[in-house]
């Protein structure tokens, strides 16, 4: 595939890397976990986002615990675990 044949169809391209990134990458999960770090609540804080639900939110001291107690809830599940970051002032 040449780069003549991607810039002639350069739409077409964008269209199919956009359906490519909405059922691969932005999934449910993801979505949920962008709308968690807008919360102050979870800031600095672990989450586990399970069926596009924040589940369990805590401190890594916390997080072992949290699983265990998901793990015995839903033991076929795989959820996503992720920090939230602290927010920072940034000047501009």
Known sequence: MSLSF?????????????????????DGEVSAFIKASKNPRYEGKWIVILNNKV?????AGELKKGMN???????????????????IAQIV
Not at 20 to 25: D, H, Q
Not at 55 to 59: D, P, Q, T, W, Y
Request: proline share 9%.
């Open 6 to 26: 991607f810039f002639k169809n350069f739409p077409a391209v964008l269209t199919l890397i956009n359906i490519l990134l909405k059922n691969i990458i932005m």
């Open 55 to 59: 589940v369990f939110s805590g401190k």
């Open 69 to 87: 107690n998901i793990r015995k809830k839903h033991p076929h599940a795989v959820p996503l675990i992720a920090k939230v970051p602290k927010k």
